[in-house]
Each structure stands twice: as structure tokens, then as C-alpha cells.
């Protein structure tokens, strides 16, 4: 018997490139930080990931799940 792949997608939608993002950290809540990316979506992300500089206003990039302080 003979077996043939077939490719298989969850939906319809293109899967996005992993491209650097720019985000904004809006609070600090205990050991998570909340992040509003430029395009206005809200991330949560567990402050043992990010910079030490850390703080609410700071401007973060993230490229490859490596999170930087970056000066605009």
C-alpha cells in the first residue's frame, strides 16, 4: 500500500513572517507586563523575558521572541 502526504492547514489565512515589533509596555502587573504593539493589539508578556530597564512607557522591540529597549 502505497502512502501519499497531504499538506494540512488549520485555515484559510496565510501565516504571517516573523517580523520585528514595535511595542509600548502600558502597565506592569506583578510578573507580567502589558504591551500594545504599534498597530494597536495587546500582548501580555511575562517580565522574566523582558529587558531588566523594563517600565511602564518603555519602547520595546521584539524580533525572534528577543525583546530590546529601543530610543525613538
Do not use: H, W
Not at 499538506?7 to 509600548?24: I, L, Q, R, W
Not at 504599534?38 to 517600565?55: H, I, K, M, S, Y
Amino acid at each position: 500500500m502505497e502512502m501519499t502526504l497531504v499538506p494540512f492547514s488549520f485555515g484559510k489565512e496565510k501565516k504571517k513572517k516573523m517580523e520585528p515589533t514595535y511595542y509600548t509596555v502600558q502597565k506592569l502587573d506583578g510578573d507580567y507586563a502589558i504591551l500594545i504593539s504599534d498597530d494597536g493589539v495587546e500582548n501580555r508578556v511575562a517580565r522574566a523575558l523582558l529587558p531588566e530597564e523594563t517600565d511602564e512607557g518603555v519602547r520595546l522591540l521584539c524580533e525572534f521572541f528577543n525583546y530590546t529597549v529601543v530610543n525613538d
